[in-house]
């Protein structure tokens, strides 16, 4: 996710740009930059860093005046975080910027074809092939900027939210949207052009927000005009009067970014596997497994490292691998692995998983098996974070910036990459069908529907956390693919609500801890239709039986457990591998709620921190 920022009108444009860029950093915060047009000439300046470096690069090196610009924070997808690769991109002639929020899937094609052309590129983005792009067809095609874009988007997949600026035609601003938002703030006189209404909001209440495949051209005084990119049909715009203020908006409208980040699990994993995964064609396209296979192929185990919510992961990973892949999997704490003078060998391949790239013992880790000869590949949420730089290759989760302390769409997101590989794996060695393997990726290209799907049960489950609020402890239970979703089930409940949980096997409850049962114990029991659903439900009538308080997390259409338990939430149904990805979503629903209802600090909770950068 990046933040754009765009002004044309009467006012100073780098002071509008700048604050608004600013309020835009929850969005992204790896690199900043800024073009300007004062009437003659294109002044651009860009860093490394957050928009305060921005700052201080700008008075240094350009003369910020113009009245016309775009701004842009980076939340890196494609290319490391550097000066180079920042936001604004010149196209060759240096005729033409862009900004960019999204990505280019097939940028490496395009990019050899404009090569071929005689274009030289100076960053590794995406954004900058899609600038040379657009500029390549106004000058074959003889068009103006706005139909040089229009053409230019038509041979682009991918996801985008653009500004573009020919200092030829310096009145205007030509913007396009696919996937990612983009709003058109409507002053008196003047436009602004950004990812949200925060940095327009005191100009102006009034807001068109583009729908996906719409691009549109923003003249000074003359207005906005909105075309169908696809057909170049004029599109009516639909002006709104904005409601929310500053702070709503920040956070998508949602009161706190965990919530905000639940519910973009949907497009968090449409946005991981995109590009990647390729259900039609049946292939799964992951460059940094694919030019490192044989050490997938050939090693006896995979041994996957990482703390806390990616700890997790990696125990669904277990599960998934062996299922499917049919390769040893052990997964360790990467805080006890480090210590325990473990037994690693050339052989091993470590899958190192980390949201933020930066915990520290999942580095230490990292660097212990890398000196042992181990190949080491990582999953991380940061673009050129430490681990990912660490690491010999690696698969990025396209997440976006997870800012709630508590992790969401990160373990969703890392579950998608970590079975987009399994199930590559699996093919390459023949371990599944190839109707099963395409069962898989059809289903798996469902799923951020069926997660929609089970967000819809949103009302119902605050109403369950009503009732569980003031539980003293909990239970979690799960089995096989959903164990380690209980494990996560309670990490969630506990790190924002301070109420005790645990996570269990179910069928281990026989083995010590059904003796915990009473009124005054609520059973979290993940009970799915795939998955030992007998076993579960038996699991289930042994704590009803004892008078325990079950909730059961259950397939949709389910009868056998709402006959048992006290209260049930829906998930869809799918293949019994994916169905972590819609088992945790009423789970943290669940803590969410419950912890708003004690009044905690959901996004920030005591003790914590969103990375643990110290042992
Ligand atoms: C999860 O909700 C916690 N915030 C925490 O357990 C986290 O998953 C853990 O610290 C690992 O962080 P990482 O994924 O950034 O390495």
Not at 128 to 149: F, H, Q, R, S, T
Not at 524 to 547: C, D, L, M, P
Request: proline letters at 3%; glycine letters at 8%.
């Amino acid at each position: 996710m990046c933040g754009i920022v765009g002004y044309i009108g009467e006012r100073e444009a780098y002071p509008v740009i700048l604050e608004g860029l600013k309020r835009l950093e929850y969005r992204g915060y790896d690199s900043a930059g800024i073009a300007l047009y004062d009437g003659q000439d294109i002044k651009l300046s860009k860093t490394k860093g957050k928009v305060a470096d921005l700052e201080k690069r700008v008075s240094s090196e350009i003369d910020a005046s113009g009245t016309v610009g775009i701004g842009h924070t980076r939340w890196a997808t494609h290319g490391v975080p550097n000066d180079v690769n920042s936001h604004p991109h010149y196209s060759n002639s240096g005729n033409l910027v862009i900004i960019h929020n999204g990505i280019i899937e097939n940028y490496e094609s395009l990019k050899q074809e404009l090569i071929k052309r005689g274009y030289t590129f100076t960053s590794d983005t995406d954004t900058e092939v899609l600038i040379n792009l657009i500029e390549d067809v106004k000058k074959n095609e003889n068009v103006k900027l706005g139909k040089a874009v229009q053409i230019a988007l038509n041979q682009v997949v991918g996801a985008y939210a653009i500004a573009v600026f020919d200092k030829n035609k310096p009145n205007e601003i030509v913007v396009a949207k696919l996937g990612s938002p983009l709003a058109i703030g409507i002053g008196d006189d003047e436009f602004f052009i950004a990812s949200d209404a925060t940095p327009f909001l005191e100009y102006t209440k009034k807001a068109i927000y583009l729908e996906d495949e719409e691009m549109a051209i923003v003249r000074r005084k003359k207005g906005v005009k909105i075309r169908k990119i696809k057909n170049d049909s004029l599109v009516a715009p639909y002006v709104q009067e904005l409601q929310m203020n500053l702070e709503q908006i920040v956070k998508g409208g949602y009161e706190h970014f965990m919530l905000k980040e639940i519910h973009e699990q949907p497009n968090a994993i449409k946005d991981t596997y995109r590009g990647r995964l390729r259900a039609k064609e049946g292939i799964i396209k992951m460059s940094g497994i694919d030019d490192n296979i044989e050490k997938f192929l050939n090693t006896n185990r995979i041994i996957v490292i990482a703390c806390g919510t990616s700890w997790h992961a990696g125990l669904v990973a277990e599960y998934i691998f062996e299922d499917l892949a049919r390769i040893p999997v052990e997964v360790e704490y990467a805080s006890e692995f480090r210590y325990r003078n473990p037994i690693i060998t050339e052989n091993d391949v470590v899958i190192a998983i980390s949201q933020s790239g930066e915990t520290a013992d999942t580095l230490a880790a990292i660097k212990l098996a890398k000196s042992k000869g181990a190949f080491v590949f990582g999953v991380c949420n940061v673009v050129g974070s430490s681990i990912a730089r660490e690491t010999h290759a690696g698969a990025y989760t396209h997440a976006g910036p997870e800012i709630g302390v508590a992790s969401t769409k990160a373990f969703t997101t890392q579950i998608t990459v970590l079975t987009l590989i399994a199930l590559k794996l699996a093919k390459e060695k023949g371990s599944i069908s190839n109707s099963n393997f395409h069962l898989h990726l059809q289903e798996l290209e469902l799923i951020p529907g069926k997660v929609e799907q089970a967000l819809k049960s949103d009302a119902h489950i605050k109403q369950v956390a009503e009732t569980y609020k003031d539980a003293k402890n909990c239970l979690y239970l799960g089995r096989g693919f959903n164990f380690p979703v209980a494990l996560e089930g309670a990490l969630k409940l506990k790190e924002i609500s301070y109420i005790h949980a645990e996570g269990y096997p179910a069928a281990e409850m026989k083995h010590g801890p059904i003796a915990l049962i009473d009124e005054q114990m609520p059973v979290f029991v993940i009970a799915t239709k795939k998955g030992h659903y007998e076993k579960v439900v038996s699991n289930i009538q042994e704590i009803k039986s004892r008078k325990g308080k079950i909730i059961g997390i259950v397939t949709e259409g389910d009868v056998d457990v709402k006959n048992l338990a006290d209260h049930t939430i829906e998930v869809p149904e799918t293949l019994e591998v994916l169905t972590p990805l819609l088992t945790t979503i009423p789970l943290q629903l669940l803590s969410y709620h419950i912890a708003v209802l004690l009044n905690k600090n959901v996004d920030q909770p005591r003790n914590l921190a969103k990375s643990v950068t110290v042992e």
